[in-house]
């Protein structure tokens, strides 16, 4: 099964730009596609606008047989072995991806993620109990999809 994972605009700061590229290259080997999204600009819009109109450009790159995943502070905790579990059972079709064709991640942009989005979750996850910067918050989930790709390659990069 096909993993996708989406990423607003143009990783901030910049001196992050190296280790995302690193990541991506890596995940690449694995058949994960990475790509970035237009985010929308804070403005004089509200909040909730500025989500929505976000909102319409991330759904207009799901498909249907997505399972998709979306990154929130307000989500469910997940570690390295969950995430290995839920690859595996993905590469397999088992459950819950029986019928689905991709597994889409999602990191909300400056404002986090419209309820739209959220909504038509499969899972919510939390990278952290922290509110982590766009950029760092992009990190986290690339090295920990590869953390995880690697131990269900029973590759050396993860020490369990």
């Given amino acids: 099964m096909k993993i996708r994972i989406l990423l607003p605009g143009k990783i901030k700061p910049k001196a992050l730009a190296p280790a995302q590229e690193e ?12 790509a ?10 509200s909040p909730e606008q500025t989500k929505e109109a976000e ?8 498909k249907d047989g997505d399972y998709l995943i979306v990154c929130d502070e307000r989500g469910k905790r997940i570690q ?15 459950y819950p991806f029986a019928g689905k064709r ?17 909504q ?8 952290s109990s922290l ?11 690339l090295e920990g999809v590869y953390r995880a790709i690697t131990v269900v390659e ?3 990069y993860h020490n369990e």
Avoid: C, N
């Fill in 23 to 34: 990541y991506i290259r890596r995940l690449g080997g694995f058949g994960v596609d990475v």
């Fill in 80 to 94: 390295t072995p969950d995430l290995a579990d839920l690859i595996r059972a993905a590469r397999l079709g088992e």
């Fill in 131 to 141: 509110v982590l910067a766009g950029g760092v918050a992009r990190i986290v989930l």
């Fill in 120 to 127: 038509k979750a499969d899972a919510v996850w939390s990278l």
């Fill in 102 to 118: 991709r597994v889409v991640m999602v990191v909300g942009g400056a404002l986090g993620l419209a309820d739209s989005v959220r």
């Fill in 36 to 45: 970035e999204y237009k985010d929308e600009k804070v403005s004089s819009r």
């Fill in 55 to 62: 909102a319409q450009r991330i759904l207009k790159l799901l």
């Fill in 154 to 156: 029973g590759h050396p």
